[in-house]
């Protein structure tokens, strides 16, 4: 059955997939969460709850989608998310950036097995065949892939790890040879370099014998 936002689960409207204060849309803090997916099983006891089946979450500019989303709420009111792909996918994240008025838009997007949220510590965890991606606009701008990708969303602070291969139980390896991959952009300078004002014309050549005929 198709569940969206059932009153029983007004709990978790407040888990925090927003970013913090600095990069990432801060606007999303408080916008409400939309999960949908084929099927929710919640635990009241344990404060946890499990959608599965073509989940997808959106909150604010965030999107998140992938086969299977748990949550889970610490006693002092932090939320934490899980979401796992399907086998041989990865599970697809992607958010909005603050930039100033009049700027192009800026996005961060992320896919992994898994992707983790720690509400408490703010960061979001890309893992196993994981991959970051930054565009302006629709331009790609920076993209960085490793084992591990951990995303601070209040600092803009990224970390990527190229460990050979995953945690012992995964089942899947890391990046090939254990190397971290980066292509990053250079900054838009503020304003384009002034051009070279266009050469006069060249002079006109005389020979030797017509140098001194001139008026006296």
Same mark, same amino acid.
């Given at each position: 059955?198709?569940s969206?936002?059932?009153?029983?689960?007004?709990?978790?409207?407040?888990?925090?997939?927003a970013?913090?204060?600095?990069?990432?849309?801060?606007?999303?803090?408080n916008?409400?969460?939309?999960?949908?997916?084929?099927?929710?099983?919640?635990?009241?006891l344990?404060?946890?709850?499990v959608?599965?089946?073509r989940?997808?979450?959106?909150?604010?500019?965030?999107v998140? &989608?992938?086969? %299977?989303?748990?949550?889970?709420?610490? /006693? *002092?009111? #932090?939320?934490? @998310?899980t979401?796992?792909?399907?086998?041989?996918?990865?599970?697809?994240? &992607?958010?909005? %950036?603050?930039t100033?008025a009049g700027? /192009? *838009?800026? #996005?961060?997007? @992320?896919?992994?097995?898994?992707?983790?949220?720690?509400?408490?510590?703010d960061?979001?965890?890309?893992i196993?065949?994981?991959?970051?991606?930054?565009?302006?606009?629709?331009?790609?701008?920076?993209?960085?892939?490793?084992?591990?990708?951990?995303?601070n969303?209040?600092?803009?602070?990224?970390?990527?790890?190229?460990?050979?291969?995953?945690?012992?139980?995964s089942?899947?390896?890391?990046m090939?040879?254990?190397?971290?991959?980066?292509?990053?952009?250079?900054?838009e300078?503020?304003?384009?370099?002034?051009?070279?004002?266009?050469?006069?014309?060249?002079?006109?050549?005389?020979?030797?014998?017509?140098?001194?005929?001139?008026?006296?």
């Amino acid at each position: 059955m198709r569940s969206r936002l059932l009153p029983t689960l007004l709990l978790l409207a407040s888990l925090a997939f927003a970013a913090g204060p600095a990069q990432a849309e801060k606007a999303d803090r408080n916008k409400p969460m939309n999960i949908e997916a084929d099927a929710l099983r919640h635990d009241e006891l344990k404060q946890t709850s499990v959608f599965t089946g073509r989940v997808v979450v959106t909150k604010g500019t965030i999107v998140l &989608r992938g086969t %299977r989303l748990e949550v889970r709420q610490d /006693p *002092d009111g #932090f939320q934490y @998310g899980t979401m796992t792909a399907e086998a041989g996918q990865r599970a697809f994240f &992607r958010q909005k %950036r603050d930039t100033p008025a009049g700027a /192009p *838009d800026e #996005f961060v997007e @992320g896919e992994g097995e898994v992707i983790e949220y720690d509400g408490r510590a703010d960061l979001v965890r890309l893992i196993r065949r994981a991959e970051l991606r930054r565009y302006r606009e629709s331009t790609l701008t920076d993209q960085m892939a490793g084992a591990l990708i951990v995303y601070n969303n209040t600092t803009d602070v990224f970390t990527v790890d190229g460990q050979k291969t995953a945690p012992a139980g995964s089942g899947s390896a890391g990046m090939p040879g254990g190397r971290v991959r980066a292509v990053l952009s250079p900054k838009e300078s503020a304003s384009a370099p002034a051009a070279a004002p266009a050469p006069g014309p060249a002079p006109t050549l005389r020979r030797s014998s017509e140098l001194g005929s001139g008026a006296k």
